[in-house]
């Protein structure tokens, strides 16, 4: 009953379209009704000590860094830079946005402001080049997925807070699976442009080559930052996020000169009103993990899934399909907040490594973005490309495939997640 209570008065809500943040509240509110527990007080401290959390402060950070990296040039120069490395190779357009959305993705970590970025700058090359706009929309989209999966990531950074787990040890381990999924896109990019007729551009000359890399040496030497001091115990992934924002806006506003004061208090501005939509969910969704924990759902789960203990693979498969399904409905940061209090106790039941069932998933999490109909990247690449949200959606569906097809291949064989991950946080 208590189950019931929790999805029925959550669902009720949100299909009367109540935002998912206060949809988390009536949610908790109806979960201690039930329970014969209201008290205003309880919901009010929940809310608190729900963003009274240092590592949460990595939020806002990234958030920062990654505006200024879109208006202070930043992104711009790591495309060139990618055009000037594979822009010569068939269907090079292509490459580009994938080796550019690596990049990118180590700098600042969310999939929507990748995304913004590779369609603003690289959507209107691939048309004019030739390619089909439904198509090089989509890849862009599954570009996007490979944001929250390479370090810095906030959405590690929620679900660490959210399951009391290393949050450098995720930023490590996510590094090897992320550079899998790009492996992906660029095989299925190669599959589906193989009978196209584009003639590609000339390939660039070393001194090109060099001079796009010099241009782009700042950005590209902030991933570089970031991996070592959180490998060698110099900063926390908190302090890195605080890393990431000053040394974008230094290179912005000093090496590259793009960031005037008007824009810098427009980026400002945008990261703020962003970051208060996360914190706002993650407060709201304190109240909710709070009477999890007490109505003890996590072991009435754990009853119910009891006959999958004993076959962790099994079970990852099976935790990995109803993320799949939450995924087609809800965001990425409601979906973390709501499932890993419930998941967590299960996977710790069956022995699986808290980093690597948080790899999978954030990644599974990240996919759910481009998954019709909600899929917030897919919005995102519509709106800013100018494109209806059918062809975006046409366009993304073999690269999302994909995605979850090396999705499952993690799941079947853990040690490509957790064997580089060991190499690189010991």
């Known amino acids: 009953m208590t189950i019931f209570v929790f999805l029925g008065s959550l669902l009720a809500a949100m299909a ?24 205003g007080q309880i919901l009010a401290q929940n809310i608190l000590e ?15 860094a990654g505006e200024v990296m879109n208006t202070g040039g930043l992104s711009r120069r790591i495309v060139d830079f990618a055009l000037a490395l594979v822009g010569h190779i068939r269907g090079g357009l292509g490459y580009v946005t994938i080796v550019a959305a690596c990049i990118l993705s180590a700098l600042s970590g969310s999939a929507v402001a990748d995304a913004a970025a590779l369609t603003a700058l690289l959507l209107p090359m691939m048309v004019k080049a030739g390619h089909d706009k439904a198509r090089s929309g989509g890849l862009i989209a599954a570009c996007g997925v490979i944001g929250p ?35 992906g896109l660029w095989a299925t990019w190669w599959w589906t442009t193989r009978r196209e007729k584009l003639e590609p551009p ?37 302090e890195a996020a605080v890393v990431a924002a000053v040394f974008a806006l230094f290179v912005a506003s000093v090496i590259y000169r793009e960031l005037s004061w008007k824009q810098l208090y427009e980026v400002f501005h945008a990261a703020a009103k962003t970051t208060a939509v996360v914190m706002f969910l993650v407060a709201a969704a304190m109240v909710s993990a709070w009477l999890i924990t007490v109505a003890q759902l996590p072991d009435q789960v754990v009853q119910l899934l009891k006959p999958l203990l004993d076959s962790p693979v099994l079970l990852m498969a099976a935790i990995m399909v109803l993320v799949m399904v939450v995924g087609t409905a809800m965001d990425m940061t409601p979906t973390i907040l709501i499932l890993t209090p419930v998941l967590m106790p299960l996977v710790k039941a069956a022995g699986i490594d808290p ?56 799941v079947l064989f853990p040690s490509l997640v957790m064997v580089p991950a060991k190499l690189l946080y010991g």
């Open 16 to 39: 009367l379209g109540v935002p998912i943040a206060f949809s988390l509240l009536l949610c908790g509110a109806a979960l201690m009704w039930h329970m014969n527990m209201f008290d």
């Open 202 to 238: 000339p390939r660039k000359t070393k001194a090109e080559v060099w001079q796009a890399f010099r241009k782009a040496g700042w950005a590209l030497a902030l991933p570089l930052i970031i991996l070592v001091g959180l490998r060698m115990g110099v900063f926390t992934p908190t």
């Open 149 to 183: 999966i390479i370090p810095p990531s906030i959405g590690f950074v929620i679900f660490g807070v959210s399951a009391n787990v290393s949050i450098t040890k995720l930023f490590l381990a996510g590094i090897f699976p992320g550079i899998l999924l790009a492996g």
């Open 355 to 410: 980093v690597y069932f948080g790899v999978l998933f954030i990644i599974n999490n990240s996919i759910g973005l481009v998954t019709p109909p909600v899929g917030t990247v897919l919005n995102v690449v519509a709106g800013v490309g100018r494109m209806k949200m059918d062809d975006v959606t046409r366009g993304v569906m073999p690269f999302m495939i994909v995605q979850f097809v090396v999705m499952f291949l993690m």
């Open 50 to 64: 729900g963003a009274n959390s240092f590592p949460l402060l990595a939020v806002p950070f990234f958030m920062l």
